[in-house]
């Protein structure tokens, strides 16, 4: 609502800078009201006569008829004339922000203003300092806390400073601080402190160097010394509102409007784009002050501002922490308020008369002495809001905790319903500070339910604070009740819009904005201020699940099923169109799938933070989800998907960092599998996941390009071929069953069964297991077809084989090489009707086989969409080669049939027979050797490419000019291109024809001719012999850069490429091969060209008889039941000991033990502290309690002497002095 009412403010950003003066005012005195202390000379604003417009009238009697002079009476308003960036001389920081305001400008426009147009981060708290103004001296204590306290609570909470702003007194001092902060910390912390200015524009020095109506940016300004009558602005300041009244040299005039600014500001929420549970909190300090702080600070708690008070700082602070003590522990006379709360009667004489004794020893030269005393009762009466803090005995800390238990205080006495703890925790949330949780509300004495947390769970979701996420979930809140779909939209909703997941969802919605129908329309993403701009995006609201789920989908491909169509009822088949008729339908009920409970929760919290880049927020929600390698695999996918979209930078490195870092994590976690069973490591690898729509570990890993995931041995010897190329089986499944990979194999269910058996064998001696073991036997024994011979079975086996397809497919591919190399060089007849030949027929039909085999891949192979199926076939570097040898060979044959394009025809599948052959280089992946060099010649490729690049240049300036030299005229085109591009290119390699460049070298006889008519008409033109000792030069520079300087680039080029792709060529062969298996496992067994007869059966099979193939299952496994989560416990259990282990270098780290002696050192010297407070007590003590026998001794002595009393025995004698 806030931001809503400031859209047309927000508007008027975007015109540049000349919108402030047309919102933002100032004020000016118009009325001369005359100061008696200056003969007539000044107003009482401080300004000379001159400068007014009117003159206050007089009586009869020539006084004037107002005596007094008011702002908002005797001054009017005009356009501003002073704003934008302040650079300090010499001061070596960034620009500050400034604006010169009317007092009585609305807070709302200014927070929105800095906030949004100056970029100021939002605050999680403000803490406004007061007292402490003009030339009085700041005590030391008071600094430490200022420079210890104050500025790194605020650094840790992300915290506002607002002061003066002057370089006087406690502003001064504050600045000061946040200086020696930013030098310290300004690498290290991610929060910047932000202190901001607001001092009256009257009182600034030099503050005409800031005025320019069109505003400044930057307005140079140099810091003076100055009396006190006005001060110099601190450079140390990130803001400046210098408020004006009217009045020149006035103190107070920016009281109003800050208090104003205060109250406004603890009206706004915190977090992003108020995001937070809990407003702003808003501390107000005092340090010092004078009589006239005494209505500030009544005023300000008359409106519930709670207040921090420095006991021992100055004379306010110090006569209201007096006031607390002394009323409070005196007794009350029935007539007195009550304790608690604001009383409605008068206070009693009693009480009325300590106050004024207190009031007088501070203030002994005030005159209005009663009203004073009135301000310091109506105090006390709000002394729930106010925290004493003693900074001569506390240490400064513990000064953030001393806020946090001040706003508590404040906040409890506010709301009444509220929980003490519960918003305490808020505000620990709000800034970030989960020690003080651990140790204050974490610590074992309160228990937590799970509505308290609820709440701030969803703070810390949103503003990225993984390690309160991490401290709710250990200490009561069930994140099974916690995540609904409706909360996990309302997640997706709080999206930054710099975030690559907001764009790509914006623009998903956008595309489908059109199909969903005229729907009621809410708000997704509420308005996000940058940069001066408010961004507002309308979607449909029962569109988000669903186009969460398709953007999901389009980042992980066929991969998975999509996400979130089961609480949708929804089928996987469903286009997008359907679906949305489909949530149409649900909208007009009442969405009760919002109300349902997450089945993963925590997968679904991981990949919302993957989305949005979070590397500590995902890897904790990996470390809570199951199918611990899966997930880390699914997260490497979606993080290297987004980073190929990603255009910044930085972020794209972060991504790429985080995936690997996923990758590494999946790879521990599968090794320590390996280690403990490879049994079930390699049903881990094949295993269906239903949380991840059915994917499994390999086709996750193959989707996300994760090559160090498949070096490892485990993984390979999951997809080694057995029995030399007979057949090539998960070693799960052969060491159990001898199953070939076969379109005619065992069932499904066989294939199902078998796996759980032996993944269960370790837990056979089990009664309860064995009988199932019995049972499932006993189905798949009469589920199972009749036995076949074991011949036929080995046959099958080995035809079916993938090694046995491969092998085959290259055998006939040499075949066609050979053949059309024949028809090439022997047999390649004339066009029709004297050709083609027989075998060329055999050859057009053999590229037909091919095309159809490329078909058959392109549009048949994956369960997506066929743009999508498009798209990752034409990503494969090899299907890229195939349709350019495709295409070549199409335009060939139709160009050798006709007679005029017959030669053309015979070229184009000349060089199409290159093609064709470079194609076979994709066989030797296979080869351990041979595999990486297919890599190293590829990214050398690149970088021939770039080395192209530059030689193009070298040969166009040089065969430019040397031709321009040698010839003076020759209009030849083909043979200017020979002499510009060709002949320079021949240099490199040292073919130098020096009897056609050097005038010494020239052949005698040789007939040329200087004549442009002959020369036109097709004779050689003759060489030119001026400036020829130039030719030479140029060419020697030409050899020198080309043959030395870029040959020797290009050789360093490829060393680099060749020692990066070797260092891990095992890693890349491996991935090579797996991938090679996987293609020839899928391709029918008959190569091209009875390939065919394969493509008809499957056409019968499938689409047909549609008989599903058995095939695409032997790399996939079901498992349900107890045997799911058996396995999911045991994978749980090695993804414990990892992080364990992990926990334990960590810990063991130089830097972590440094960590822990920093925090003992702390500890101890917390300790010193008080020992030396214990000391000087004791000291103190020992002083009074000399003081008091001497006082004693002395009146023992007095009453001796006098005749008074006369003691019937002795004075008592100290024992210790007897001897």
């Known amino acids: 609502c806030t931001h809503t009412c400031l859209l047309p403010f927000l508007s008027k950003l975007c015109t540049g800078g000349s919108w402030i003066p047309k919102i933002i005012k100032k004020r000016v005195c118009t009325t001369f009201i005359e100061d008696c202390f200056s003969n007539g000379a000044l107003c009482q604003c401080g300004v000379v006569r001159e400068t007014h417009s009117s003159i206050a009238t007089g009586d009869y009697f020539g006084a004037a008829i107002v005596s007094q002079w008011d702002s908002s009476q005797h001054s009017s308003e005009y356009p501003t004339d002073a704003f934008g960036e302040l650079e300090f001389a010499e001061a070596g920081r960034r620009h500050s922000h400034f604006l010169r305001l009317s007092c009585d400008t609305t807070p709302q426009m200014i927070y929105t203003l800095m906030t949004a147009h100056w970029g100021v981060p939002s605050p999680n708290l403000v803490v406004s300092v007061v007292g402490g103004e003009g030339c009085e001296k700041v005590k030391t204590w008071v600094r430490e806390v200022l420079r210890q306290g104050l500025v790194r609570a605020a650094q840790s909470t992300g915290a506002w400073i607002v002061t003066g702003g002057l370089r006087e007194g406690v502003s001064r001092c504050v600045g000061e601080a946040v200086r020696d902060h930013a030098a310290a910390a300004s690498s290290l912390s991610q929060k910047k402190v932000i202190a901001v200015g607001v001092a009256p524009w009257g009182l600034v020095h030099n503050r005409q160097q800031l005025v320019n109506a069109q505003g400044s940016f930057p307005a140079r300004y140099y810091v003076q010394n100055t009396s006190c009558d006005s001060c110099c602005l601190d450079n140390n300041y990130q803001a400046f509102l210098l408020v004006d009244d009217g009045s020149v040299g006035r103190r107070g005039g920016e009281t109003a409007f800050r208090a104003k600014m205060e109250d406004y500001i603890s009206h706004q929420r915190t977090g992003i784009w108020g995001s937070g549970s809990i407003d702003v909190p808003v501390l107000c300090m005092l340090i010092s002050g004078d009589a006239a702080m005494l209505e500030r600070v009544d005023l300000s708690l008359k409106k519930a501002t709670p207040w921090l008070v420095l006991n021992g700082s100055g004379p306010a602070a110090d006569l209201i922490c007096e006031l607390l003590d002394a009323l409070s522990a005196g007794p009350m006379s029935p007539t007195s308020p009550p304790p608690e709360g604001e009383g409605s009667e008068s206070p009693s004489a009693e009480l009325r008369d300590r106050a004024r004794e207190r009031v007088q020893r501070h203030f002994t030269a005030e005159a209005d002495l009663e009203k004073l005393v009135d301000r310091a009762l109506s105090i006390y009466q709000n002394r729930d809001l106010i925290t004493v803090f003693h900074g001569q005995q506390e ?50 004495d309160i228990h937590w339910q799970y509505e308290d947390l609820e709440d701030s769970m969803t703070d810390a979701l949103i503003n990225d604070k993984p390690q309160f996420v991490r401290l709710f979930t250990e200490n009561g809140l069930n994140i099974l009740d916690y995540l609904t779909y409706r909360r996990l939209e309302g997640l997706y909703r709080s999206l930054s819009d710099s975030c690559l997941a907001y764009t ?98 925590w997968a679904s919290l991981f990949i919302w933070a993957v989305l949005q880049n979070r590397s500590e927020m995902a890897i904790y929600f990996w470390e809570m989800a199951g199918e611990s390698v899966l997930s880390a695999l699914a997260g490497c996918k979606i993080l290297r998907e987004l980073s190929k979209l990603e255009s910044e930078t930085e972020t794209k490195l972060s991504m790429k960092e985080l995936a690997q870092k996923f990758e590494n994590l999946a790879l521990d976690v599968f090794s ?164 083609p030949s027989t075998l060329e027929f055999v050859l057009y039909f053999w590229v037909f086989t091919l095309v159809c085999e490329e078909f058959r891949q392109t549009f048949f192979v994956g369960s997506n969409t066929i743009y999508q199926r498009m798209n990752l076939y034409i990503q494969d570097m090899w299907n890229k080669c195939d349709i350019l040898a495709i295409s070549l060979f199409a335009l060939g044959m139709c160009c050798r049939m006709l007679p005029w394009s017959y030669e053309f025809g015979r070229a184009v ?225 090695q993804k414990e000991n990892i992080l364990s282990a992990q926990n334990k270098r960590e810990r063991a780290s130089d830097s972590e033990r440094l960590k822990r002696t920093s925090v003992k050192v702390d500890r101890v010297l917390k300790q010193m502290v008080k020992i030396q407070d214990h000391d000087r007590r004791l000291r103190m003590l020992e002083t009074e309690l000399e003081y008091c026998s001497s006082a004693l001794s002395w009146m023992v002595d007095a009453l001796s002497q006098s005749n008074l009393i006369k003691p019937t025995r002795p004075p008592p004698i100290l024992r210790g002095k007897v001897a």
């Not at 800034?431 to 974490?442: M, T």
């Open 504 to 601: 790509l969802l914006q623009r998903r919605l956008t595309e489908r904005q059109g199909l969903a129908g005229s729907l009621p329309t809410v708000p997704l993403f509420y308005s996000i201020f940058s940069c001066g701009l408010s961004s507002q995006f309308y979607v449909t609201f029962s569109h988000l699940s669903l186009q969460m789920s398709r953007l999901l989908w389009d980042i992980l491909g066929d991969v998975c099923l999509p996400f979130y169509y089961s609480p949708l009822r929804l089928d996987q088949s469903t286009s997008t169109r359907r679906a949305l008729k489909h949530m149409n339908k649900l909208l007009l009920g009442e969405c009760l799938y919002k109300e349902q409970h997450c089945l993963s929760p």
């Open 909 to 1133: 599948l000349a060089v199409d027979y290159m093609v064709f052959t470079l194609r076979l280089i994709h066989i030797f992946a296979i080869h351990k050797q041979l595999g990486p060099k297919i890599i190293i010649v590829g990214n050398m490729m690149k970088d021939i490419f770039f080395f192209l690049f530059f030689l193009a240049v070298w040969l166009m300036a040089y065969g430019v000019a040397n031709q321009a030299l040698l010839y003076s005229y020759d209009p030849r085109p083909n043979w200017i291109f020979r002499r510009v591009f060709y002949r320079p290119y021949l240099h490199i390699f040292g073919q130098i024809p020096i009897h056609e460049m050097d005038a010494d070298k020239l052949e005698e006889g040789i007939q040329c001719s200087n004549n442009v008519t002959l020369i036109e008409a097709g004779a050689e033109p003759c060489m030119s012999t001026y400036a020829n000792w130039l030719v030479v030069i140029l060419l020697v520079i030409f050899l020198l850069v080309t043959n030395i300087l870029l040959v020797n680039l290009l050789i360093a080029m490829f060393s680099y490429t060749f020692s990066k792709v070797q260092e891990h060529s095992d890693t890349y062969w491996k991935f090579q091969r797996y991938n090679l298996i996987l293609e020839y496992h899928s391709r029918p067994c008959l190569a091209p060209p009875f390939i065919i007869i394969s493509h008809l059966h499957l056409f019968i099979k499938r689409r047909i008889r549609r008989i599903p193939s058995i095939k695409i299952k032997h790399f996939v496994l079901e498992i349900h039941g107890r045997q799911a989560s058996k396995l999911n416990m045991w994978e749980a259990i």
């Open 395 to 444: 240490s400064p800390d513990d000064f953030d905790t001393v806020l946090l238990k001040a706003l508590v205080r404040a906040s409890k006495r506010v709301s009444s319903n509220a929980s003490e703890y519960t918003e305490e925790l808020k505000l620990a949330v709000a800034w970030n500070r989960v020690d003080i949780a651990k140790s204050e509300l974490f610590n074992g």
């Open 672 to 835: 320590e599998c390996y280690q403990s069973s490879e049994r079930r490591s390699f049903t881990l690898l094949i295993r269906k996941s239903p949380v991840w729509g059915g994917a499994t570990c390999l086709q996750m890993a193959t989707a996300a390009d994760a090559r160090h995931f498949f070096s490892h041995d485990g993984v390979q010897v999951c997809t080694k071929p057995r029995g030399q190329g007979s057949r090539c089986v998960c070693v799960c499944v052969a060491e159990s069953f001898p199953l070939p990979l076969s379109e005619e194999g065992k069932s499904e269910e066989v294939t199902h069964g078998r796996d759980t058996d032996s993944l269960d064998e370790g837990d056979a001696t089990v009664e309860e297991d064995a009988e199932e073991y019995a049972a499932l036997r006993a189905k798949l024994k009469g589920a199972s077809n009749p036995k076949r011979p074991f011949i036929l079975l080995r046959w099958r086996e080995f035809w079916f084989a993938p090694v046995t397809s491969f092998l085959g497919n290259v055998l006939m591919y040499f075949l066609f090489l050979s053949l059309f190399a024949y028809i090439l060089l022997v047999d390649f007849k004339p066009p029709p009707p004297h050709g």
